[in-house]
């Protein structure tokens, strides 16, 4: 891993951040780091394939104003939600328990070796969570088949999740939208009248008010509130 190389190159560092990006998923055992299908990304089509979209359809068209509020997302097909019914269908064992994690947690975990907690802005990101509340939509997994799946529990701190074998302590992934504006300060700023430009793993416009109306996702700001953003 390039982590392995970073580390002979300067030495065992005391603490890993994880981020990257949001979206992200893939299949894995209960106990088990390894992923039992591939990883699929934000960029991933393939559940607009499956079953000829049907699924997403069916997601979708339930997907109520209320239910949509909880989220505060619209469904895309490289959300989590939509992309698990995939996922399940390239299993060739249907006997074994599932776990659903994101691909920053699944970093995270190759690095302690165990599953770990999920931080609420990769959560978030998913289209199956509820940053209101700070719990897993159970309806909207229902209504993708996927309710049998385990979902991680989730933080707003960033907190520690375990060590490396070199004795490194390795914190929870947070997503890279947040990251960022939190790395440029503007996670310190609570205005409500501040405009954010990122641009990085993608482009957005934020602000920090969430009742700026309009066609926007809410994503939870780093120390609590949450960026409207489009």
């Not at 039992?36 to 559940?47: F, M, Y």
């Not at 997907?63 to 619209?74: Q, V």
């Not at 995939?86 to 064992?93: A, E, G, H, K």
């Not at 957005?204 to 609590?224: A, D, F």
Request: overall charge negative; some cysteine.
């Amino acid at each position: 891993m390039a982590i392995e190389a970073d580390v002979a190159a300067h030495g065992v560092p005391k603490e890993i951040y994880v981020s990257g990006q949001m979206h992200g998923a893939t299949l894995c055992e209960v106990d088990s780091v390894e992923p039992l299908v591939p990883i699929s990304t934000w960029q991933d089509r393939s559940a607009r394939d499956f079953d000829a979209g049907k699924r997403w359809q069916d997601v979708n068209s339930a997907l109520t104003p209320e239910l949509l509020a909880k989220t505060g997302n619209e469904l895309d097909f490289g959300h989590p939600l939509v992309v698990l019914p995939f996922l399940m269908s390239q299993l060739t064992d249907g006997s074994k328990k599932l776990r659903f994690t994101s691909l920053i947690s699944l970093v995270a975990e190759y690095l302690v070796n165990q599953p770990v907690s999920s931080h609420i802005s990769d959560a978030a990101a998913s289209g199956m969570y509820d940053p209101f509340t700070r719990t897993w939509v159970t309806e909207l997994l229902d209504l993708a088949g996927v309710g049998d799946v385990n979902l991680p529990e989730t933080t707003e701190q960033v907190i520690a999740v375990g060590r490396t074998k070199g004795d490194t302590l390795v914190f929870v992934g947070v997503g890279d939208h947040q990251a960022s504006l939190f790395g440029g300060e503007s996670g310190e700023v609570d205005s409500a009248r501040e405009i954010c430009i990122n641009v990085g793993t993608g482009a957005q416009i934020s602000s920090l008010n969430p009742k700026m109306g309009g066609n926007h996702r809410l994503r939870p700001k780093l120390g609590g509130g949450f960026f409207a953003t489009i």
